[in-house]
């Protein structure tokens, strides 16, 4: 049973264009939300994150959006940078789970020049 | 602050041989995690710790797992006998009370012949 979904394994968007990577999930207590970003060789890095009291958060290039209705976040980064090319994953926490996250399966994202 | 320290970042062992990945969390971090990564089933968290001592092992594969940590600063996960399907990346990752944010360190490729 997979309570969070990045139904989009790859994606490829030009340099400079918006990047719009999805994410949907079936739990609803899930309350917190959080998006990674993960380099060939290297470990996740924590890139952003949205409480479920919110529909939006903003850092800079970065935005991610919560449809609570629809149970989907999304990730936009604008502009979209080479540096930008690699998998990003979200992941949820649950109120009954602590401090455990669930992940996606991860879109590879790449950018174009 | 070095992040999460992980060692070694690469072992090649034969199949039946006791394998041990060791990892030392964020200064501070009340949690650590243990994660493996394979291209089927995606970041799995194994097992957590809260402050030395395991909240949750129930994504331990089998009884040739274990995990232990003796103190604050050091985590070891063991395989004993390994197995060619043991074959990942396993991921340690630590995190304060709050917020959720969890960070990973670099990871262990372990290759099982």
């Known amino acids: 049973d997979q309570q969070v979904k990045q139904n989009s394994p790859s994606l490829s968007v030009q340099e400079g264009r918006i990047s719009i990577l999805n994410c949907d999930y079936t739990?609803?207590?899930?309350?917190?939300f959080l998006w990674y970003k993960k380099y060939p060789a290297e470990g996740p890095t924590f890139l952003i994150s949205?409480?479920?009291?919110?529909d939006k958060n903003e850092d800079g290039r970065f935005t991610v959006f919560l449809n609570k209705s629809a149970k989907h976040l999304s990730l936009h980064i604008v502009p979209s940078q080479p540096g930008d090319s690699a998998v990003y994953f979200c992941?949820?926490?649950?109120?009954?789970?602590?401090?455990?996250?669930?992940f996606g399966q991860g879109t590879r994202l790449t950018i174009n020049p | 602050d070095a992040g999460v320290i992980q060692s070694p970042r690469h072992e090649v062992t034969e199949m039946g041989q006791e394998v041990t990945l060791r990892c030392k969390p964020i200064?501070?971090?009340?949690?650590l995690f243990w994660y493996r990564q394979t291209m089927m089933r995606g970041l799995e968290l194994l097992i957590y710790?809260?402050?030395?001592?395991?909240?949750?092992d129930s994504g331990m594969p089998e009884d040739r797992f274990s995990a232990k940590m003796p103190n604050a600063s050091f985590s070891t996960l063991k395989i004993q006998p390994s197995e060619p399907r043991d074959s990942a990346v396993y991921f340690c990752?630590?995190?304060?009370?709050?917020?959720?944010?969890?960070?990973f360190g670099p990871g262990t490729r372990l290759t099982v012949t």
């Open positions: 200064s501070g971090h009340d949690y």
């Open positions: 739990n609803s207590m899930f309350d917190y």
């Open positions: 710790f809260n402050n030395n001592v395991p909240i949750d």
């Open positions: 992941a949820a926490r649950s109120i009954q789970g602590a401090q455990k996250l669930v």
């Open positions: 949205i409480s479920s009291i919110k």
């Open positions: 990752a630590s995190s304060p009370s709050s917020p959720y944010e969890q960070y």
